[in-house]
């Protein structure tokens, strides 16, 4: 069983930055084999949308609507999956999720694919 604690969400005004950490743990030999890691977001009353994800080894896909803000890194030894975001815009406030599937992913930004899911973590950009 994977649990996944995301981490780092915060209020910060049009253009600013934030930074959002998910810890996973319980997932055995992290790393090994096929895996995704990803983020997503949810705005009230919107459907939950797929942010960036990354597969191994080393596949990476960003939504084009945060294309060039938004970074997806991971660090292995730490178990740790990150989401840098910057010049961060009213819209992008939603809940974002940490999620992660135990296969390798062509459609690595639809949520439904993915088994283990964080909690969430607030983020609101105010204008």
């Known amino acids: 069983q994977i649990q996944l604690v995301e981490s780092g969400g915060g209020s910060v005004q049009t253009g600013g930055s934030l930074t959002l950490s998910c810890q996973a743990s319980g997932y055995g030999r992290y790393g090994q084999n096929d895996y995704c890691l990803g983020w997503f977001r949810q705005a009230p009353g919107k459907e939950r949308e797929g942010v960036a994800a990354?597969?191994?080894?080393?596949?990476?896909t960003v939504a084009d609507s945060v294309k060039g803000r938004f970074t997806i890194s991971q660090d292995n030894a730490q178990n740790t999956l990150y989401l840098q975001m910057n010049n961060l815009k009213p819209e992008d406030t939603a809940m974002y999720y940490c999620a992660a599937a135990s296969e390798w992913l062509l459609l690595r930004l639809v949520p439904k694919f993915y088994k283990y899911w964080g909690q969430g973590t607030q983020v609101t950009v105010s204008s």
């Open positions: 990354t597969c191994s080894p080393h596949t990476t």
